[in-house]
């Protein structure tokens, strides 16, 4: 186990960054995604077969979870993103907090 930890602003807005980054490339992915299945929409027929495939628990169910699933996870690394810019914010503070005390 380290002994120390050590942290600055600009790391944790770096990371911040690279998160965000990282959202954006999954939804691109995610949106791809949904392009491809919107140009293909209803393929499958309307006969016994077409509605077995799609309905109920079918293909249609399982892309909306896969939208909301995938999108949840976008959205929590955008968060993730958001308090790393807020601790780094925390951190810069005190340390000028810090300096000023010491200072006076």
Request: charged share 35%; aromatic share 6%.
């Given at each position: ?71 949840s996870k976008v959205q929590l ?5 958001g308090g790393l810019r807020g ?18």
């Amino acid at each position: 186990m380290a002994d120390k930890v050590e942290v600055t602003p600009h790391e944790l807005r770096k990371v911040a960054d690279d998160l965000d980054g990282s959202a954006r490339n999954v939804k691109a992915v995610l949106d791809r995604l949904a392009g491809a299945r919107h140009a293909h929409e209803g393929k499958w027929g309307g006969d016994d077969f077409g509605k077995q495939f799609s309905g109920g628990n079918g293909y249609k169910k399982g892309a909306e979870n896969l939208d909301s699933a995938v999108g949840s996870k976008v959205q929590l690394l955008h968060d993730y993103a958001g308090g790393l810019r807020g601790g780094a914010d925390e951190l810069e503070g005190a340390e000028d907090d810090n300096r000023r005390r010491f200072k006076s």
